[in-house]
């Protein structure tokens, strides 16, 4: 006789989002804890706002180019007020230098104009509000959540993407993937700053053509096939 099935279903064997146990997610984190016990993000800003303006310009360029571009520009444009005030076509001065400038131009004075009409000037701390602003897609909506208001997001960029699935932490096949693997597996008391810790170990020693495993505080948990070394490096706080 045929079971019914829901029993069938039943028996199917759970699939596992991460290829590391709870307790080898924690180990992780903690020690990433303490590598970097207060870790920031590299693009300078002075307010919501500018670190708004900042991710958005922040696509497709560099974190170091960003910076260079927008010093200027945030010292005469800090408000959605200034910054509609200063125009498109110095806005554009200010970040020739950037891939991409002339569309970024007028995606910062259009969400720039959105602030103000829609939201008083004011930066909103909620992703639907957010995502809705001219040049803001989910992966910025989180990094300013988590920047700007302190809420646990996980923002999947270029770094977390590889390295989630190099080291079959959280696989998937987009970033939304991705996201949502992390956040379900990365322990709550970790999840504040996970986002950060997971983006300097790609940009630093998880590396996209050569990783520094010699480097790695993890290399001794890490499952990635490519891996070189089960040594892991020393683990001190790091600067910055």
């Known amino acids: 006789m045929e079971k019914p099935k829901s029993q069938k279903a039943a028996r199917r064997p759970h699939r596992r989002i991460s290829a590391y146990s709870r307790d080898e997610i924690s180990e992780i984190c903690r020690r990433f804890s303490i590598q970097r016990p207060e870790p920031r993000g590299e693009l300078e800003h002075v307010n919501p706002f500018t670190l708004l303006v900042a991710v958005v310009l922040s696509a497709q360029a560099t974190d170091v180019g960003v910076n260079k571009a927008t010093r200027g520009l945030f010292e005469i444009a800090d408000t959605p007020e200034k910054m509609v005030a200063l125009g498109e076509e110095k806005v554009g001065d200010h970040i020739r230098t950037i891939g991409l400038w002339r569309n970024k131009a007028k995606n910062v004075i259009a969400l720039s104009q959105a602030l103000i009409d829609e939201h008083d000037g004011e930066v909103p701390g909620d992703r639907d509000a957010l995502v809705k602003l001219p040049g803001v897609g989910r992966k910025t909506a989180n990094v300013v959540l988590n920047m700007a208001f302190g809420q646990p997001t996980m923002a999947v960029d270029t770094h977390i993407f590889r390295i989630a699935n190099r080291l079959s932490l959280a696989p998937g096949k987009t970033p939304e993937k991705v996201e949502k693997a992390l956040v379900s597996v990365i322990p709550e008391e970790y999840l504040h700053h996970a986002h950060h810790w997971?983006?300097?170990?790609?940009?630093?020693?998880?590396?996209?053509?050569?990783?520094?495993?010699?480097?790695c505080v993890i290399a001794d948990i890490c499952k990635a096939p490519e891996k070189t070394t089960d040594v892991p490096a020393p683990l001190v706080e790091l600067a910055g």
């Open 198 to 215: 997971l983006i300097l170990h790609g940009r630093y020693v998880c590396k996209a053509r050569k990783p520094d495993c010699p480097a």
